[in-house]
């Protein structure tokens, strides 16, 4: 996935994009939780100009989620 393909009006690029898929075993899957954290381009942006959203791919919709940023990272 590039930056052409995570296009949300009205927002920009402030970092790289990723695209995570998770594979378990047959008949295993994972039920805790996790923390994601990702750089962002500090120069250009402050912490209150910085989200994740994530693609919804059952409605093909990007979903703002929440995040906490600190030390030029957000962290969702």
Known sequence: MDETDVEHEGYVVAGDVYDIH???PA???FHDS???SLEYDSEQFNEDDVFVFY???????????DGEVSHHMIME
């Open 22 to 24: 998770f594979t378990y």
């Open 27 to 29: 008949k295993e899957s």
């Open 34 to 36: 996790f923390i994601l």
């Open 55 to 65: 693609l919804n791919e059952d409605s093909d919709e990007w979903e703002l989620r």
